[in-house]
């Protein structure tokens, strides 16, 4: 797969945006309306993962392809982005407003738990079609961004920070999240937390050389250093998925996009996620999807 774009690229790529120096920030944030860079819709944001969070708030007809699904806002829509990943934006009117932000992780240090939000995790679809009510709320949040970026004002950052926790908060309630929120204080829930960072670490594979390393719960287990049982046990209650149901479903997530946004020969991605050859893993993703990968590929 190809290497995330940083935020080099993003800016060079977009000479219609203000040029930032980056080489002297801690952490950086960056808000701007749509239609005041029209020269961004009329192009696609290629698909590849990004080294930067982006949250926007669009309207107009677009289409997000997000890892291995797509989904289509009419009107109004809500994207949360995050460095895991894979997503490209495909416009299908010409006419797109809104408003973008774009920060990195190093921006909240020591400032609350970023990546604890589901919006960022990697298995949640965080798009989602607003009503116009919706889109007002939100809209008032990212104009108080832009007014506080404009500012001389000495703790701007932080009123930046706190902004821009407010617009998840407001997501949140709009769409609750009906996915596994881990508790810190059950033992179970941080043992399962631990377990999903271990297993999204791996992703995405930079080169044909490096694979996977972990791929059987045993393997996690040993990683972590508990009984694979205690392991086992911890994520059932938690998910009520098992450890090797879950393992299974990241590795098919990744195979397919793999298979539609690489150019890899199936062999290769075959090793590189784990199998012990091309046939192993056409019979594991025909036993998932009833295809194979080569007519998955060619769909």
């Known amino acids: 797969m190809d290497k995330p774009e940083t935020l080099e690229a993003y800016y060079a790529n977009r000479p219609f945006l203000k040029s930032v120096d980056l080489s002297h920030e801690e952490g950086h944030f960056n808000v701007f309306r749509i239609e005041d860079y029209k020269a961004d819709n009329k192009n696609n944001v290629a698909y590849s993962r990004k080294d930067y969070f982006k949250i926007c708030l669009v309207n107009g007809n677009s289409k997000i392809h997000y890892a291995d699904k797509s989904f289509e806002i009419l009107e109004h829509g809500l994207l949360f982005t995050s460095t895991h990943v894979p997503y490209n934006w495909e416009v299908l009117k010409p006419t797109q407003t ?7 992780a190093s921006f909240f240090t020591n400032y609350g738990e970023l990546k604890k939000y589901p919006f960022f995790s990697p298995n949640n679809y965080p798009v989602y079609e607003l009503n116009k009510s919706e889109v007002d709320r939100l809209e008032k949040i990212f ?33 609750p999240t009906k996915n596994v929120s881990f508790d810190k204080v059950n033992a179970a829930n941080r043992i399962t937390s631990f377990f999903y960072e271990l297993l999204e670490s791996q992703y995405p594979i930079r080169n044909t050389i490096d694979g996977i390393k972990l791929r059987t719960a045993s393997d996690f287990a040993d990683q972590m250093a508990v009984h694979v049982n205690h392991l086992n046990k911890s994520i059932k209650k938690v998910t009520q998925k098992t450890t090797s149901e879950l393992i299974a479903d990241r590795l098919l997530k990744e195979a397919k996009i793999m298979l539609r946004h690489s150019s890899w020969a199936i062999s290769e991605i075959a090793y590189n996620l784990g199998f012990d050859g091309p046939s192993h893993f056409s019979n594991f993703f025909r036993n998932k999807l009833k295809i194979t990968p080569s007519e998955y590929r060619n769909f």
Do not use: P, V, W
């Not at 809104?98 to 990195?104: L, P, R």
């Open 143 to 175: 104009i108080q961004m832009i007014d506080e970026k404009k500012s001389d004002f000495e703790f701007r950052d932080d009123a930046l920070r706190n902004l821009t926790i407010q617009l998840i908060h407001n997501a949140l309630k709009i769409r």
């Open 98 to 104: 809104g408003y973008s932000c774009i920060f990195t």
